[in-house]
């Protein structure tokens, strides 16, 4: 499970990490992230947030997400099985691409270093190190000026710490997914990240029924990411009502209009093996996934 957009909206909003990990583990997390620099004194930070306005009293990623998971990772540490790792995907969404902000963002991913997932640089992108799988996994966005900071920079010796995903940006979305997924993993971009409009072309307000040709679309998207070495991801699928969508700040742009649709695309979505589904209706995707393990968990051992 996905969450999407799971930071406050100014003063609304703030338990969305917490619904988030009371949908259980393995989680994946997304971060907004924007660089504010004081007027007054010239200082710069990176703030948690959707956009402007940016007022400086946003939250930090060190205090709302580091410190939130603490008790989650450092229990995981001490329990020390690998099996369940990693627990939490943190998706970094940048609102920018400033040298700076990217820059600050690595110094403190280097400080939570023992909880995060690495790979070595090595000397080659084209050499996929093995990972050394921590608690936490941290993915970013496709840009060049983000590989050139978590990537290019890097000795080789240096842990890589971020890994991003690959590029989408002027592709048609409704070509055949060897046309769209061109891009076999390295060992900096490990994944792909698609709106859903990349398998309904209407998208989630004009999707319609579900059909069998759809299903094929979904399958044979995940099967060439996965051919290509890539995780895949599929945003935003929700199914609410106009109050459930003004109550909890969420968009009208990623609502299927209801739950049974949405359903239905879970259910798919989980079917053919996604690796992350994200929705902002994290407790029920949660229970959908986790009661679709056990059933997959019973049917093995019999």
Known sequence: MDAHNC?????????????????????????????????????????????????GREPTIEHYFFDRVRPVVEQALRADDHRSWPLITLNLDFKDDNPDHLAAIRVLLL????????????????????????????????????????????GPDDPVLAFGAVHTVDKHYHAAPEEIDSEKATNYRRWWNNPWRVVESGGQQHAGDWTPDKM?????????????????????LDGADEDELSCHG???????????????RWQAAIAVGVDYIASDQYELLGAEIQQSSRKGNTSRSQ
């Open 250 to 264: 969420w968009f009208h742009t990623y609502n299927f209009g209801d739950l049974a649709a949405a359903r239905k």
């Open 216 to 236: 094929r679309r979904l399958r044979a998207l995940v099967e060439r990411a996965h051919s290509n070495g890539l995780w895949i991801r599929f945003y935003t």
């Open 111 to 154: 400080k939570y270093r023992s909880w995060i997932t690495e790979a070595p640089k090595g000397n080659s992108s084209d050499t996929v190190q093995p990972l050394v799988v921590r608690p936490i996994l941290v993915l970013t966005g496709e840009s060049d000026a983000q590989q050139a900071i978590f990537y290019d920079h890097l």
């Open 7 to 55: 930071y406050p909206y100014g003063e609304w909003w703030n338990d969305r990490i917490d619904r988030a990990l009371s949908a259980g583990t393995p989680v994946a997390i997304e971060q907004d992230l924007a660089w504010y620099t004081d007027r007054k004194s010239g200082r710069s930070w990176s703030v948690v947030t959707h956009g402007d306005p940016i007022t």
